[in-house]
């Protein structure tokens, strides 16, 4: 049984997460709620730790319908990039943003990311 | 749900302008108390803007309300009322988010808005870079996003208490 399949979903009524296959995840929704480290942090972690077990070289996440993201969320990207520089070299993998150029929060807060990530962050927009 | 909204019928999301003693028209108008659910808010403000604007404005605006108000209850005093405003004032829409806060926080509020008039784009990288390395405090990603992202003005205006603050965000139509 790969860990992808054993991804604990996080239970945040304004977003759907969907693990479409091993490598590909999708967020739909928004996330404006205070805290969301407790839930889509968790999660985000929890993918991070399976990319890892099983050595996968790239992930992919559809953002393309998450339509607001408030800036605490914007941290958690941030810290999904950390966590990747916080891997010995040859277990760093890719995570691939598919974006929508459309969506106010994703052009301009992915063009940063994507050369803060220094490589980690790949972004695919549309 | 913690939150009082004052639209014409008082309900929500509102249905038609309100006429402000301000002069502006008011499109929104809520009384908030500590502890209710931003989340409903940003719902509520960019259901009503799609509703008024084009997507990418009501996106911008949804962005620059959720920020501010976040803010406003993340550095208000207890017993102080924090409110909001989604406003018209001539050529110009504003969103309006007052609250009480502590001399030194507002001191900081207002450096922070010297530096990110300066230069909003290299502050928000700025920004990014430090929760990045896990620098520096708490940070103002917040503000910086109503600014950058939602490509607003941004205002300071302080009341004669001391405490009282308010923080204006605005855009062409």
């Known amino acids: 049984m790969s860990a992808f399949s054993q991804l604990p979903l996080p239970a945040l009524d304004s977003i759907d997460v969907k693990i479409l296959d091993p490598d590909r995840i999708s967020l739909s929704g928004t996330i404006a709620v205070a805290n969301p480290r407790e839930t889509l942090g968790d ?6 730790s399976a990319v890892v077990i099983e050595k996968r070289e790239r992930i992919s996440v559809d953002v393309t319908q998450l339509t607001f993201v408030n800036s605490s969320a914007i941290r958690l990207f941030v810290d999904w990039a950390s966590w ?3 891997l010995p070299t040859d277990q760093r993998y890719q995570v691939v943003f598919r974006t929508d150029r459309r969506v106010t929060w994703q052009r301009t807060s992915f063009a940063v990311l994507e050369t803060l ?3 980690a962050f790949i972004t695919e927009a549309q | 749900m913690a939150y009082r909204a004052a639209t014409e019928d008082d309900t929500v999301p509102p249905h038609s302008d ?9 499109l929104i108008n809520v009384s908030w108390e500590s502890g209710c659910s931003v989340s409903y808010l940003h719902q509520f403000v960019e259901a009503y803007a799609r509703s008024r604007f084009p997507r990418q404005m009501a996106e911008r605006l949804a962005l620059a309300s959720n920020e501010l108000l976040e803010n406003a209850l993340s550095y208000s005093l207890l017993s102080k009322e924090v409110t909001y405003e ?4 001539g050529e110009r829409i504003e969103i309006i988010v007052t609250n009480h806060s502590v001399p030194a926080r507002i001191d900081l509020l207002q450096q922070q808005l010297e530096r990110l008039n ?9 920004e990014l870079e430090k929760s990045m390395t896990q620098r520096g405090g708490r940070g103002m990603l917040g503000l910086v996003r109503a600014s950058h992202e939602a490509q607003m003005a941004i205002e300071l205006r302080l009341g004669g208490d001391g405490t009282e603050v308010t923080v204006v965000a605005s855009c062409r139509r």
């Not at chain 1, 999660?43 to 991070?48: D, G, Q, R, T």
């Not at chain 2, 309100?18 to 502006?24: H, K």
Request: charged residues 25%.
């Open chain 1, 84 to 86: 990747i520089h916080g």
């Open chain 2, 118 to 126: 300066e230069n909003p784009e290299q502050v928000y990288k700025d």
């Open chain 1, 117 to 119: 990530s220094k490589n």
């Open chain 2, 18 to 26: 309100l006429r402000s003693a301000r002069g502006r028209t008011a």
């Open chain 2, 86 to 89: 989604m406003a018209l004032s």
């Open chain 1, 43 to 48: 999660f985000f972690e929890a993918v991070h």
